[in-house]
T-cell receptor, first 113, second 111 residues
Framework: DAGVIQSPRHEVTEMGQEVTLRCKPI?????LFWYRQTMMRGLELLIY????????DSGMPEDRFSAKMPNASFSTLKIQPSEPRDSAVYFC???????????FGQGTRLTVV | GQQVMQIPQYQHVQEGEDFTTYCNSS?????IQWYKQRPGGHPVFLIQ?????EVKKQKRLTFQFGEAKKNSSLHITATQTTDVGTYFC???????????FGTGTRLTVIP
């Protein structure tokens, strides 16, 4: 199994641009999570899905952030417009069921200049 | 959101010394998980504790769940340079569906 696959691995963009991060969870996993990691705030849960349905998006910082899961094998996290304070490493993780072992992707390092 | 206190925030040890990190919750937990993140890497699952007072071992690592299921610890005996990284606890609160990650303890091992 290839594990959780995220793309791109690195993204550098200018302030105001739209950014789309992509995630392919492990096949058969029912739950998918988006996390953001920074030195200041640590590992923050942004949103999670169960069976492709968003369950809790209370961690999404503001309306500029949106996430979708159109099917069981794909999810996106979009930031529009991006701001320098969005610079962070964004992780996608999946698990067989809610509360179970989380398998993380390699992350996307986003830099907004 | 849920505040997961983890101490210490940083720990520097000489190779061969022991290391312990603690995780404390204000609420009763369904289970607690521990993860390790190497520098530049992603969090990797180590173990899950479910039962009150549970103790599990993985080679030099010992994981413990408190009797009241509100705290947990990870102890590493005789640290090695391969132990370098940040150790996170992740809590599943009773009645909740998602994990709350602690602030992490960054371990540096001096050869």
């Amino acid at each position: 199994d290839a594990g959780v696959i995220q793309s791109p691995r690195h993204e550098v963009t200018e302030m105001g641009q739209e950014v789309t991060l992509r995630c392919k969870p492990i096949s058969g996993h029912n739950s998918l999570f988006w996390y953001r990691q920074t030195m200041m705030r640590g590992l923050e849960l942004l949103i999670y899905f169960n069976n492709n349905v968003p369950i809790d998006d209370s961690g999404m910082p503001e309306d500029r952030f949106s996430a979708k899961m159109p099917n069981a094998s794909f999810s996106t996290l979009k930031i529009q417009p991006s701001e320098p304070r969005d610079s962070a490493v964004y992780f996608c993780a999946s698990s067989l069921q809610l509360g179970g072992e989380a398998f993380f992707g390699q992350g996307t390092r986003l830099t907004v200049v | 959101g849920q505040q997961v206190m983890q101490i210490p925030q940083y720990q520097h040890v000489q190779e061969g010394e022991d290391f312990t990190t603690y995780c404390n919750s204000s609420t009763t937990l369904s289970n607690i998980q521990w993860y390790k993140q190497r520098p530049g890497g992603h969090p990797v699952f180590l173990i899950q504790l479910v039962k009150s007072g549970e103790v599990k071992k993985q080679k030099r690592l010992t994981f413990q769940f408190g009797e009241a299921k509100k705290n947990s610890s990870l102890h590493i005996t005789a640290t090695q340079t391969t132990d370098v990284g940040t150790y996170f606890c992740a809590e599943l609160i009773v009645g909740a569906n998602n994990l709350f990650f602690g602030t992490g303890t960054r371990l540096t091992v001096i050869p």
